[in-house]
């Protein structure tokens, strides 16, 4: 009746113009799954369904759970998929972390993905009943006693991939083994409510963060994505805006437990420039959550840069990236017991005489910040003497620090500091 009726509104209200003109095999078709059942792979329906009604139709995955066993990419166009179930993904590490069953198609630090979704004009909508389900617990345990590098394999749970005017809504991942989203060379998408949740239930872990790399999302070379009604536990960054990532707008998004909201790290990769434009983040709240399950949460919104000498080479090293971020707005923020409301920092990966960063940071609007900090150190703005920070704004920027602490502002190397009084 719903579809009915939007079908009808939608006909009345593009009665002039030829909507139903488009040539396309699948348009109007719908199909419709259920999952298998315990111990069986469903991967092969999943796949099937998205190859007939994926480009001009309408795929539903009904309620329950469906077993991925492999690598996936759904290629949307004009399409909408209803994702009422959960697609699991097996929690088979040895398998995963060969690198011929992921897509590397996130070209910063060589990460790997498991599921890719890719296209243009669709919706996948998981009616907060569904979702991705990481399995993430494992995978935690496996990696309490192994090293972790970037670049080493661990998959991306959601990577939205060359997708152009896609909505990604009411969607849910559970117990992300790695980052739990990643946009990448895309235009145009918006996530409209987002659910991620690393928490670690492994007592013999308890108090410790198991699950560092569980960023929210990780933006890339992607421009105008909107990240709406986020709520994000992790033992990480909950939004990292890396390079090339333009017209960004964050709204409504909490962020429980990890390191709070960043921009970086910018400027690894010494032959590609860094370029982060129009930012735009407002009603954003970082809070500390029970510490047996995550012990950190450490910064409010941080920006960091890679300095100026080349160490080592991307996925793990790196450095000397040009370029700029600028025209960013941070604004109604609410932090419960942060250590550090906000920092910038641009020696990230550094060595003692390695040259300063030559990373630009520039026209950062600081607006009606409050809530509490667990130190003194409210703003501590380090930037490279061989670039200035420029332009950094603060309005209404209210914090409560420690009893008796007095608050420490530092303001290294910038220039047009407005609203507080350096220390
Ligand atoms: C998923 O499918 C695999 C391969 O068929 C099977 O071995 C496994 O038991 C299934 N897992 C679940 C949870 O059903
Ligand atoms: C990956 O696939 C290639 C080509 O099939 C094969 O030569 C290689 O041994 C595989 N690597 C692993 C780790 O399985
Ligand atoms: C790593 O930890 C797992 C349990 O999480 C344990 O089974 C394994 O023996 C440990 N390996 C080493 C080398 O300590
Ligand atoms: C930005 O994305 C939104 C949502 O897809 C779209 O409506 C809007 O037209 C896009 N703006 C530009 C300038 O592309
Ligand atoms: C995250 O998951 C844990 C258990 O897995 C649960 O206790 C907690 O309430 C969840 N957090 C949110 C915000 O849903
Ligand atoms: C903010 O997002 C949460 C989901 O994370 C949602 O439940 C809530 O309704 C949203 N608030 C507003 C004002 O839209
Ligand atoms: C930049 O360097 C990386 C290796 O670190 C290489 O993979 C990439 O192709 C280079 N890009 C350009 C544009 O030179
Ligand atoms: C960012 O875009 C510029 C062109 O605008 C390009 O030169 C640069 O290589 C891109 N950087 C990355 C990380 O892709
Ligand atoms: C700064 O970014 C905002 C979006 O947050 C945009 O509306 C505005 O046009 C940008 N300003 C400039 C000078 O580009
Ligand atoms: C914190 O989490 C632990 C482990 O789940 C639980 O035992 C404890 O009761 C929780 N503490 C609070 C204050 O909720
Ligand atoms: C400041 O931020 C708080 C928390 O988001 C919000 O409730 C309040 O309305 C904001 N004040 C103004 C003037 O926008
Ligand atoms: C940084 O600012 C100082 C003080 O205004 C100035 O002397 C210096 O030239 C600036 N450096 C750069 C790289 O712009």
Redesign the pocket.
Known sequence: MRALLSILLFGLATATSCWAGTANPAQGLTCTISPRGAGLDDTDQVLDAIAKCGHGGHTVLQEGVFNITRKMTWDLVDATVDLHGFLSFVPDIEFWLNANNTYRVVFIQSQASWFVITGSDFVVDAHNTGGIQGNGQPWWDFFTNQTREDGDGRPISLTVYRATRGTIRNFAIEAQPFWCNCVAESQSVVYDGMKCNASN?N?AF?GTNIVPNTDGIDTYRSDNVSLLNWDITCGDDCLAIKGNSTNILARNVTCRGGNGIAFGSLGQYFNLTDIVENVFMEDLTMTRI????QPNMNNGVYFKSWDDTSNGVPPTGGGAGPGHAKNITLKNVVLNQVNRPTTISQTNGGHTGDLPSKYIFEDVHYENWSGTSLTNEIIALECSAAANCTNISFTNFNLSIPAGETPEILCQNAIGVTGVTCS
């Open positions: 239930a007592p308890a029970n510490a047996s399950i």
